[in-house]
C-alpha cells in the first residue's frame, strides 16, 4: 500500500469518526461541519462525501452495525422458524431505533427524484433466513415480500407517527408481525 492510500483511509476514518461523534451529541452532520470537527479541508471532505446524504449512508450502515450482519446467522442458531424471523426483525427494530434520525434523513433523501439510494440488504437477510424453511416458492415469495414490511425505517414511522406505539414496544410489536406471518405462510405451505 502507497503512503498515499495510507493517508486517504486515515481521512476517510476521521471523517467517519467526526460524523459519529456528531451524531452522539444529538447533531445531524453536515459535511462541513464533520470537515471542521475532523480537522481536515471542507473541499477535501466534500470528494469523500459529496453531499449530506452520501455522508449518512456511509456512516451509517457500514459503522458499528455488526448486529444486522449477523441476522443471517440466525438461521442456524434458532431451529424454530416462526421464532427466528420474530428475533431477526426485533434485532433489525432495536438497531433501527438506535439510529432513527440517521435512518430518517436517509429515508427523506430517498424520495427526492435523483436523490440517495438506500441499501437493499432485507432482501438478502430475509432470503438467508427463509432458505432453511424449504416453503414452495410462491409462499417463500410472499412472505419474503411481507417481511420487507418489517425491516428498516419504514415500519418504524409508520407506527412511531401514525401507530401511537411507544418507541420501546416497537421491536415487540414487529416481532408479533413476523410470527404471524410465518405462521400464516407454514399453514399455507402445509394445507
Do not use: C, H
Not at 470537527?37 to 446524504?53: H, I, L, N, S
Not at 450482519?69 to 438497531?95: H, Y
Not at 435523483?114 to 416453503?135: C, D, N, S, V
Amino acid at each position: 500500500m502507497s503512503a498515499r492510500d495510507g493517508q486517504k483511509r486515515r481521512t476517510r476514518r476521521a471523517l467517519i469518526e467526526a460524523a459519529d461523534e456528531l451524531f452522539a451529541e444529538g447533531t445531524v452532520p453536515t459535511v462541513a461541519a464533520v470537515a471542521a470537527r475532523a480537522d481536515v479541508a471542507r473541499a477535501t471532505a466534500y470528494r469523500y462525501f459529496p453531499t449530506q446524504e452520501d455522508l449518512l449512508v456511509e456512516t451509517t450502515f457500514l459503522g458499528d452495525s455488526e448486529a444486522m450482519r449477523a441476522i443471517p446467522a440466525l438461521a442456524g442458531t434458532i431451529d424454530d422458524p416462526v421464532e427466528r424471523l420474530a428475533q431477526a426483525v426485533s434485532t433489525g427494530a432495536e438497531w433501527t431505533l438506535e439510529r432513527e434520525a440517521r435512518l430518517r434523513m436517509i429515508l427523506r433523501a430517498s424520495l427526492d427524484p435523483g436523490g440517495t439510494t438506500r441499501p437493499a440488504r432485507r432482501r438478502g437477510y430475509i432470503a438467508a433466513l427463509l432458505e432453511p424453511m424449504g416453503l414452495p416458492a410462491d409462499v417463500r415469495e410472499r412472505l419474503a415480500g411481507a417481511l420487507t414490511l418489517l425491516f428498516g425505517i419504514d415500519p418504524i414511522v409508520s407506527l412511531a407517527d401514525n401507530g401511537d406505539v411507544p418507541r420501546e414496544r416497537i421491536p415487540e410489536v414487529l416481532a408479533w408481525a413476523a410470527r404471524r406471518l410465518v405462521e400464516a405462510a407454514l399453514a399455507e405451505a402445509a394445507g
